[in-house]
């Protein structure tokens, strides 16, 4: 694959960056988890998890290399802990229940304190009671700028998931055993920002900054954009430093929960006109989760104004001296049960890692999967047993992947990493903070069933 060419330096570009959402007052931004109602359907839909009582969890805005407070309070009855996904942040602000912190109780506060040392598109959900809260609403999108302005007109940000509701807009299960056992247990309500296909407006001619996010628990998405011009500009947060095609009708982005992409989008230069972010479901046409609009006097700019974003400070593994690791995906040995802790449990087990199931939320009892020297490079050969998809994620570390058996890996710097089925793939990374970092699928039914563990560094 070539070297980025696709974004050329060129004049300096000023616009005001729109941003919605929340911003920081001095860094801190006090967060409660709640009930909250909301039409996600055309009816008013209850018994959702939010962080206010009546609208979706709120983009955070961060800066590379700024410190952020976000003190987290639990206002329901049941426990949670917030993690921070795909941000290399101390062990202790990871968000896992019993691995980095004690599970929060109701009316109880953790005080979660980082200065993210990558720029790019993340996002927040909780890591206990998963299923449940995350089910119910609980996943947002975090954004942490580069420190300077990369030369957008305006952002989009779009949090990509689906709901289970009844006709009546009521929730339906979360899970069922045939899905946790398969491919997982889809939604039917498919929303961007929690609206059907919304249409947002942004100016005509302009640049716009478009950060998709899949915080679904089950759905590999797969996406690609329809009238307009656009480039892929990250993958996972990270800035990219090959070139990678842009999808199209036939060539989907599969994108699978946890997973984030960046476009670059150059709006149409005639009023009122708009770009498609397409999804294909499984047996449907092509649908529109949003769009962009143009909006206003043209702006006249061209993508080939964009300087490359900056890259982001990750360590290159050094693979001649890197040791390697095997994990396999698959069964559960029969009898093992999970334990019902206060992180809530589904039940039964049909996953592990290695043959041993996570049982349940809690350590206890479980050691690592691997035990990695502080500063060394290593090589984790992932063999997936199983005829389905995992969307596979490692906490605290970025990982490259090197080769599979299936297919050509682009080495583009990930926290997560879909593994097809029957595939073997090596990825290699820096063991380059210390702590216990969950090792994970991202399909929240098989994290839930056994396919967790976690991988020490010291
Ligand atoms: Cu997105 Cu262990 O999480
Ligand atoms: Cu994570
Ligand atoms: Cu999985």
Redesign the pocket.
Known sequence: MKRREFLLASGAATGALTLGGFGLANGTQELTIQPASFALSDTVTTGIVSLSPDAPPPVLYGKQGEAMRLPVRNALPDYTAM????LRIPNGM?GVPYLTQMPMGQGELFDYEFTPPDAGTYWYHPHCMTMEQMAHGLTGVMVIAEPENPGFDSEQVINLRDFRLDEEGAFLPAYTQRGAARAGTFGNVHTANWLQNPVYDHPTGGLVRLRVVNTDTTRIYKLHLEGGNARIIAWDGHPLEIEVPMPSTDDALLVGP?QRVDFAVSMPADEGKTISLMAKLPGQPHKAMAQLRSNGASAARDLQELRPLPVNPIAKPDLANAEVHDFVFGWTPEGIEPNNGFCGSLGYNFWSINRTPWPGDAAQGVGPLATLEMGKSYILRLRNESPNLHPI?L?GLAFVPLRSNLRQLPPLVT?TMLLLKDEVAEIALVADSPGDW?FHCHVIEHQKTGLTGFIRVE
């Not at 993690?83 to 795909?86: I, K, N, S, V």
């Open positions: 993690h921070w996904h795909g990871d946890g994620h906490h926290d969950a």
